[in-house]
Nanobody, 129 residues
Framework: QVQLVESGGGLVQPGGSLRLSCAVSGSSLDYYAIAWFRQAPGKEREGVSCIRNTGASTYYAESVKGRFTSSRDTISRDKDRATAHLQMNSLKPEDTAVYYC?????????????????WGQGTQVTVSS
């Protein structure tokens, strides 16, 4: 069982920045890739970034490449707690969505995360003047 809790969403003007955080707890965290997804009203859920379980490589969607940066840290000796962050710069109105963190069993440099086992509850990001 894995629990994920996102924070850091809010309202920001176009061109601004936000940093999302995800507190992850549970067993076998070293096994999982950590992903960020987003879902805008009326649209399908979209993979934004995916960081490999080792942290050695990260996938970004083309729509956010060069503007968003994701990271992960293991913060407990037993490796049962971790944090993930999504730094979002140069935000655009089309970035407005609910952002979710998740843990996934499959990572690809070309396709991102697949086979998500657990999701967070989501945090709203609104980019508007």
């Amino acid at each position: 069982q894995v629990q994920l809790v996102e924070s850091g969403g809010g309202l920001v003007q176009p061109g601004g920045s936000l940093r999302l955080s995800c507190a992850v707890s549970g067993s076998s965290l070293d096994y999982y890739a950590i992903a960020w997804f987003r879902q805008a009203p009326g649209k399908e859920r979209e993979g934004v970034s995916c960081i490999r379980n080792t942290g050695a490589s990260t996938y970004y969607a083309e729509s956010v490449k060069g503007r968003f940066t994701s990271s992960r840290d293991t913060i407990s000796r037993d490796k049962d707690r971790a944090t993930a962050h999504l730094q979002m710069n140069s935000l655009k109105p089309e970035d407005t969505a609910v952002y979710y963190c998740a843990v996934a069993r499959y990572y690809s440099d070309y396709r991102g995360c697949r086979d998500v086992d657990y999701w967070g509850q989501g945090t709203q990001v609104t980019v508007s003047s």
